[in-house]
């Protein structure tokens, strides 16, 4: 795949008219994209991901990072293409003329997020919450959403700030534990053998498979970057190579932790821990106290479900202004200007949802939802392919997009049951409340609770 788009003085997007300052740098948007996609998913899934295929952890996230390339080129190529467009939906509703079509697209992105920061409270209440209070996981879970919802009323720029803070924390500590699995081999403690272990009760192709489901979820978050194309400088030169960089700096980590974590811990052991990152740390014994790095992973826990929390009731507030849910929905707080009734709303959908699976359930969940995102957003490329902009762009060969939407499709067919009840009944609340925000009689309902 090559970019068409080498830097044109003038930039089409600078002279449109947008309203929004291009003021991000590509390095700026490296960064941004690189802490959504580094977090709490390789701190809370690891362990479920060596259920599946024993020691060989770092082969799922390998696949998964190819997966997510390929969707990641029909990102780069619609960014570049339309630089004001921003996101999947607004994609969908170019591509298919159709408002239901683009609002169930945002709304699968809307739902994924609640149902991330629920699986991110459990995994919040494990192990790692542990080390200093044993509390049940689920009334943990509760309380813990409840002080996200709490930072998120106060001000995105708070939370904007407490998450700076937090990527770096994240990151130093997977930097820790891969090199806690260089020391260990180091000393003849380790065993590499185990990294190329596979479970014998299990298929090689069908255990790769089903945990490159759960290390999918890992990746995701690089689709978010498509909502500040218009702030971005010279777009079409640097959005695919912030794309393409910053994953492929998170799958070196990812695979680096991954091999880390298998020569310290047998992947029983890891599979049996809901802090598996945690439990390397203490089988390598070098002496880093349990409270030390059990507080970075629950800073990384907590900067994940605090930015998709600030996502999913930003889209809640987006959606309801443009008529899209009830109005209701889109009412402020004074003086803080946040959208508080979105909030709640989310807050008490993701409590509820830590009571109707576990942190694997909701992360195939989450997967579920965004694959519909994805198999939406790499149809939308092949179809605007008639459509001729007269500025260059990134385009990728058609057989990107093409493979691209094979490999959601798979994904979604290896989805079970439960995980289409799940996401199944939350896309069904959704096409409710967008034929009720509709209704003529409830949309005049919420004018008057707005005036």
């Not at 809370?44 to 990072?65: D, M, N, Q, T, Y």
Request: proline fraction near 4%; charge should be negative; aromatic fraction near 8%.
């Amino acid at each position: 795949m090559s970019d068409h788009g080498t830097a044109v003085e003038g930039d089409p997007a600078e002279a449109d008219g947008t309203r929004l300052r291009r003021a991000v740098s590509g390095r700026l948007l490296f960064l941004f994209i690189l802490g959504d996609v580094l977090g709490a998913g390789i701190y809370a899934l690891i362990g479920v991901i060596a259920g599946e295929v024993g020691g060989a952890v770092w082969v799922p996230l390998l696949v998964a990072l190819g997966l997510a390339l390929l969707t990641a080129t029909s990102y780069a190529e619609l960014v570049t293409k339309y630089p004001q467009a921003g996101g999947s939906a607004v994609f969908a509703e170019r591509a298919f003329r159709s408002p239901l079509v683009s609002f169930l697209v945002g709304f699968c992105m809307l739902a994924a997020g609640v149902t991330s920061a629920a699986g991110l409270s459990l995994a919040f209440a494990g192990d790692y919450l542990g080390v200093f209070l044993d509390v049940p996981a689920v009334p943990a879970a509760v309380v813990f959403l409840l002080l996200v919802g709490l930072l998120n009323a106060r001000g995105i720029q708070e939370s904007v700030r407490a998450n700076v803070v937090m990527t770096v924390v994240e990151l130093s500590g997977l930097v820790v534990v891969v090199v806690l699995g260089a020391l260990v081999l180091g000393r003849g403690d380790g065993d590499a053998g185990r990294v190329l272990e596979f479970p014998p009760d299990v298929s090689v192709a069908s255990g790769v498979l089903a945990a490159a489901l759960l290390a999918y979820y890992s990746f995701v978050g690089f689709e978010t970057s498509a909502n500040v194309a218009e702030e971005v400088r010279d777009v079409r030169r640097v959005y695919p190579r912030a794309l393409f960089g910053a994953l492929l700096v998170a799958g070196l980590v990812y695979v680096l932790v991954g091999l880390a974590a298998s020569v310290v811990l047998a992947p029983d052991d890891l599979a049996a821990s809901s802090g598996p990152l945690l439990a390397v740390v203490q089988a390598a014994d070098v002496g880093i106290p349990d409270e030390v790095f059990s507080l970075v992973a629950l800073v990384a826990v907590a900067n994940g479900a605090l930015l998709t929390m600030i996502m999913a009731s930003r889209l809640v507030f987006g959606m309801a202004e443009q008529r899209l849910l009830p109005r209701t929905l889109g009412r402020v707080l004074p003086g803080r200007r946040t959208p508080w009734v979105a909030i709640v709303l989310t807050t008490l959908v993701a409590m509820g949802l830590t009571l109707v699976g576990d942190l694997g359930d909701l992360a195939n969940a989450v997967v579920l939802l965004l694959l519909l995102v994805f198999l939406s957003t790499n149809t939308a490329v092949l179809v605007l392919r008639r459509d001729r902009v007269e500025h260059e762009h990134f385009r990728a060969p058609v057989v990107v997009p093409v493979l691209a939407i094979g490999s959601c499709l798979l994904l979604l067919w290896q989805q079970e049951a439960q995980t289409w009840l799940l996401a199944g009944a939350e896309l069904v609340v959704g096409v409710l409340l967008y034929l009720l925000a509709r209704a003529p009689w409830w949309s005049d309902r919420g004018e008057a609770a707005r005036g």
